[in-house]
């Protein structure tokens, strides 16, 4: 799975005020701080009346000491196309994102096209977020004919099946699973796909949302989940991910990791899981698995019961 680091974003109130007075170095250290665990940098400056010249700033301050290549992440079309115009390397750039809304859709495209980025396609519509994989599978798949009959190609088209909080829609993470594999089933060539992972515990307590991230991470890999927004200072999440790719257990939990992977690959069930009960890590790790699976309902004190 390759990760895009989602920490330079304007929800946080420190990252808003350091772009708004153009802080440099605090800027630099956080993508730093990221760059031995992702495959890029996320720019997420948000809404369409952020102020233009921002993704040039941006670019002018962190291309020189950066190694890795950006996605671009705001509603405003200027903003997007000047940093496609700026970048060094548009090929290896995101487009963060479109939905399947005409107008956006069509736009966003005709970018991708032009300077041959990658795309991200929300499964959303002016209805919003739909309920069903199926209704999730039908936006992406508009989202990919219109994409492709631009030319641009099946590897550079991601599309997001959207993460609803656990706390809030507990049934939605089996939605988007169920989403992920019929992406990855239905068309040929596969098309990518991506999840914004800290979307999974918004608003659970924070000492415990790095753990439904990897854990939904985890699951979502074994259904097909090639890239995910994430945090990109998170070292275990990138070391389960290490865990995954080389099929290696080092900790006592990883055999429980590896598990709950080939699980998913092969529509297995929890309930035939085994796991080495007097290790608190796979406690932790299986149990919220069940809450995700929709086995147990969920609670701010699962990990407790």
């Not at 032009?114 to 209704?135: H, N, Q, R, V």
């Not at 039908?138 to 959207?162: F, N, R």
């Not at 939605?175 to 019929?182: L, S």
Request: glycine residues 4%; charged residues 30%.
């Amino acid at each position: 799975m390759k990760l895009i680091g989602e920490n330079i974003h304007i929800i946080s109130k420190k990252t808003r005020e350091a772009i708004d007075n153009k802080n440099e170095n605090y800027i630099i250290e956080l993508a730093k701080k990221q760059l031995k665990n992702v495959d890029w940098i996320d720019l997420n400056i948000g809404p369409a009346r952020y102020k233009e010249g921002t993704m040039k700033w941006l670019l002018e301050t962190l291309e020189p000491v950066c190694n890795k290549p950006f996605s671009f992440d705001t509603t405003n079309f200027n903003e997007m196309k000047s940093a496609l115009e700026l970048v060094k390397n548009p090929k290896d750039s995101i487009i963060n994102s479109t939905n399947a809304d005409d107008e956006r859709l069509e736009k966003l495209t005709d970018l991708a096209a032009e300077f041959g980025s990658y795309i991200i396609g929300l499964t959303l519509s002016e209805s919003g977020i739909p309920k069903t994989a199926d209704e999730r599978y039908e936006l992406a798949s508009k989202i990919i004919e219109v994409a492709t009959e631009k030319g641009i190609l099946s590897d550079k088209i991601i599309i997001d099946p959207l993460v609803l909080p656990i706390g809030v829609a507990q049934d939605q993470a089996q939605e988007a699973f169920d989403t992920i594999r019929m992406t990855q089933e239905a068309f040929d060539p596969p098309v990518l796909n991506v999840v914004g992972l800290s979307n999974i515990s918004n608003g659970s307590p924070k000492e415990i949302r790095p753990l439904i991230n990897s854990t939904f991470a985890i699951l979502a890999m074994g259904c097909g989940l090639k890239t995910a927004i994430a945090d990109g200072c998170d070292d275990e999440l990138f070391r389960i991910n290490q865990v995954i790719e080389t099929s290696t257990a080092k900790l006592p939990q990883d055999k429980l990791i590896l598990d709950l992977y080939e699980m998913m690959q092969n529509y297995g069930d929890l309930d035939e899981i085994t796991y080495d009960k007097k290790d608190p890590e796979s406690i932790k790790i299986y149990k919220t698995a069940e809450i995700l699976l929709n086995k147990k309902i969920y609670s701010h004190s699962y990990l407790d019961i």
